[in-house]
Every structure is written in structure tokens, then in C-alpha cells.
């Protein structure tokens, strides 16, 4: 990044990193670990997000310069279907609570984390940020994507009427270390890698995945995706939201041929088509962050057998 870039160091600043046990949050206190910032964190023992008081009292007394709000309630394609009411409340509630917040105890600049799910199940491929409604969700997945582009308008109001610098980022899918590797919650990533894993480990002949193997999915590393946050934070301040993705995707028919390749399991893919697909596609335009200069550093592959890595420690 070039010096002339900045135009919000990170030295010597106190950074909030909002959910920094998750996978995201915990890529971005690893990439923070260089920028030479205070990194502050808060666990749920110690701060409730869902609670505006708790939250509003915590930023007072921390005062923190900036945030990244990478605190949500995330799950795969099942998890978003079955439980509709927890990814519209916890993600809403989280994202008010913490914007009206850092407002309040004028937090000089907050970055807010949202998901390539806000656009339109058939939006024009690849996704430009423009596209965001202009149509209907993928309804899977419409109400985490609707607490997301709530996000979103939250922070465009904050900088609208108080003057914040509020600004959103677009992560496509999302995997790496510290992913969640449960398979009714996860997605499908992780998924793939244990059930590969596990098929391997017990000499099965085939492993089954659910749709058709057919959409289209984007994958960008975690780590990736934290040094993106990072750039923007120091470089970006305006009202659009940022896409933030790899610019490339593969079928999950393919991803999956890659994860057994990967995990050394030889035997057959079956299809399981009474689960969902979901979007048909979902790739976004790469073309606003790379016209910035950010360019992702980590290959699909080199990803998967860091993270299958991770995996195996974790057993
Ligand atoms: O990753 P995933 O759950 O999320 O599923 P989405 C992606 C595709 O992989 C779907 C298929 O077509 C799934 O049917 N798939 C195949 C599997 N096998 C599996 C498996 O074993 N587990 C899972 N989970 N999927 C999510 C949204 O959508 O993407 C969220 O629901 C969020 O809101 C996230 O936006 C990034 O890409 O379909």
C-alpha cells in the first residue's frame, strides 16, 4: 500500500475488533498484529452485543478510534433456512446497537461487514455494487441478507445526516481458519473438507453433497478478506459499499472434486438434490477494490490446504 494511499493510519490507534473470536474478526487481529494499533477486544462474558445499554457503556469507557464490525450471526445455505428469526434479529440488533454507538461517542471511523447474499438471487453476473436492490433475494437467505443491507443503509444514514465515516464492505463466501466445521450450520467449505475427511478416515466410497453440485460460488480466503478490511479502513471513505472478493468462482461439484483432491479421498460424489441450491451464482465484481489496488494473495487451493490443515489440528 502506498503512503500517499492512507488517509486513516492505524498507528498508535485503539482498534475494536467486534466479534474477534469468529473467523473473520480473528483474521483481522492477526492482520492487525503488523499495523502497530491497540487492538481492543471484548468477549461475550465480559459484553452482550445484543444489549444497546451494555453496548453504548462499553465504547464509552473503551473509546475505541475504530471499528471492525465483524461481530454476526453467520451459517450456511440449512442454517439461514431453519432459523430465519435468529439471522434477522441477532444481525440487526448487533449492527444498530453498534453503529448508534459508535455515533454517539463519536468513533472517528467504523467499517461494517456484511455478504454477497444482499444481492439479488439473479442479479447480472458478475455482481457490480450497483445491482443492490434491484430485485428479489435468494430466499434462502433473505433474512440475513436483509439485517445485511440494513447494515449497509445504517451506515450510509450515519454518514448521511452526523457526517461518520461509516463505510461497508461485501465479502463473498468466506473460509478459512477458525471456520465452523458442524455440518447442519456450516458452510459448505468446511463441510466438504470434514466429510472428505471423514470418508477418507473410514475407507468409505463415495460422500454425498446436497443440491445438484451445479451453482456457482466465489471463495475468498479469511485471511484475504482481513487484509482487505484492513486496507479499506486505512484507504476508504465513502458512501458505496466495497465488493470484496477473489473475482473468480467454480461450480460445487467442482469445489468439491478440488477438497477430495486435497484431502486424499478417492471414492465417488453423490448428489443429494432434496437439499437446497440456493443462488445459482453469486460472483462479484472484483473490479472497484482492484481499481483501489487490492489484489487477494491466497489460491483457492493454497486456502484449502491451509485450512485443511487447520481442520486436522483442531481433531
Ligand atoms: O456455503 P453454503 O451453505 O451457502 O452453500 P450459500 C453453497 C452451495 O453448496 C449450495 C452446496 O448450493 C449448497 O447446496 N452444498 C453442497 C453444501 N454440499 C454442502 C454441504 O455439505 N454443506 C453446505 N452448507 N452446502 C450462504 C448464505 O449461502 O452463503 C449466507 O446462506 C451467506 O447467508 C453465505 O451469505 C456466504 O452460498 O448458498
Known amino acids: 500500500m502506498n503512503d500517499e494511499q492512507v488517509i486513516f493510519p492505524l498507528k498508535g490507534k485503539r482498534v475494536w475488533v467486534a466479534g474477534h473470536r469468529g473467523m473473520v474478526g480473528s483474521a483481522i487481529v492477526r492482520r492487525l498484529a503488523s499495523e502497530g494499533c491497540e487492538i481492543l477486544t471484548a468477549g461475550r462474558d465480559v459484553l452482550d452485543l445484543e444489549r444497546q445499554s451494555a453496548v453504548e457503556a462499553w465504547i464509552a469507557a473503551n473509546k475505541p478510534d475504530a471499528i471492525f464490525m465483524a461481530a454476526a450471526k453467520v451459517g450456511g445455505i440449512l442454517a439461514n433456512d431453519t432459523y430465519p428469526a435468529d439471522f434477522l434479529y441477532n444481525n440487526l440488533v448487533i449492527e444498530t446497537n453498534i453503529v448508534d454507538a459508535a455515533w454517539r461517542s463519536g468513533v472517528g471511523k467504523v467499517l461494517f461487514l456484511g455478504s454477497s447474499c444482499i444481492y439479488p438471487k439473479f442479479a447480472p453476473q458478475p455482481i457490480t455494487e450497483d445491482s443492490l436492490l434491484t430485485g428479489p433475494l435468494e430466499p434462502t437467505n433473505e433474512w440475513y441478507a436483509i439485517a445485511k443491507i440494513a447494515g449497509i443503509k445504517l451506515a450510509q444514514a450515519y454518514r448521511k445526516q452526523h457526517g461518520c465515516d ?13 471456520d465452523n466445521f458442524d455440518l447442519n450450520s456450516s458452510h459448505v467449505m468446511p463441510a466438504l473438507i470434514r466429510k472428505a475427511h471423514e470418508a477418507k478416515l473410514a475407507g468409505a466410497d463415495s460422500i454425498t453433497i446436497w443440491g445438484t453440485g451445479t451453482p456457482r460460488r466465489e471463495f475468498l480466503n479469511a485471511d484475504d478478506c482481513a487484509d482487505a478490511c484492513v486496507f479499506l479502513m ?29 484431502v486424499g479421498f478417492e471414492g465417488e460424489i453423490i448428489t443429494d438434490t432434496s437439499k437446497p441450491d440456493g443462488t445459482p451464482r453469486k460472483l462479484m465484481s472484483a473490479d472497484k477494490l482492484r481499481g483501489m489496488g487490492w489484489k487477494p494473495k491466497i489460491s483457492l487451493r493454497e486456502g484449502l490446504e491451509r485450512t485443511y490443515r487447520y481442520y486436522r489440528n483442531s481433531l
Open 166 to 178: 461509516f463505510i461497508s464492505a461485501m465479502p463473498t463466501n468466506l473460509y478459512g481458519i477458525g
Open 234 to 262: 486505512k484507504t476508504y471513505s465513502d458512501f458505496e459499499h466495497v465488493n470484496v472478493g477473489s473475482g473468480e468462482d467454480i461450480t460445487i461439484l467442482e469445489l468439491a472434486r478440488l477438497v477430495c483432491e486435497v
